[in-house]
């Protein structure tokens, strides 16, 4: 959701959203079928409003402690691939 830049609490997450989406039995996965039509309701109705782009700034300004304007490559992609949930080479490339 968060790459649809959704942001649902990690409350939502876990009391509402996984539950909806689900199936009959508890899996570690979420069927498409079930994700699309939640998901596209969400952005239509924008239930989950986008973070403050001041605050996507400030969360870069503690990557960026000298206030040198950027943030070097390899920090970048450490963090990318091991912080959170880590991306892809692929993805990143």
């Known amino acids: 959701m968060r790459y649809l830049l ?3 609490s990690e409350a939502q997450i876990r009391d509402y ?12 996965s979420i069927k ?3 994700f699309e ?4 309701t969400a952005l239509m109705t924008d239930e989950y ?4 782009a001041e605050l996507l ?3 870069f300004r503690t990557l960026d402690p000298e206030g040198k304007g950027y943030i070097k490559k390899d920090v970048m992609h ?7 949930i ?3 080479t692929k993805e990143i490339e």
């Open 78 to 84: 450490n963090l990318l691939t091991t912080q959170g």
């Open 17 to 28: 959203i996984i539950i909806k989406l689900e199936d009959d039995e508890p899996s570690d």
């Open 6 to 8: 959704q942001f649902p």
């Open 32 to 34: 498409f079928e079930k």
């Open 86 to 88: 880590p991306l892809r």
């Open 37 to 40: 039509p939640f998901m596209l």
């Open 49 to 52: 409003p986008t973070a403050p």
């Open 57 to 59: 700034l400030a969360a």
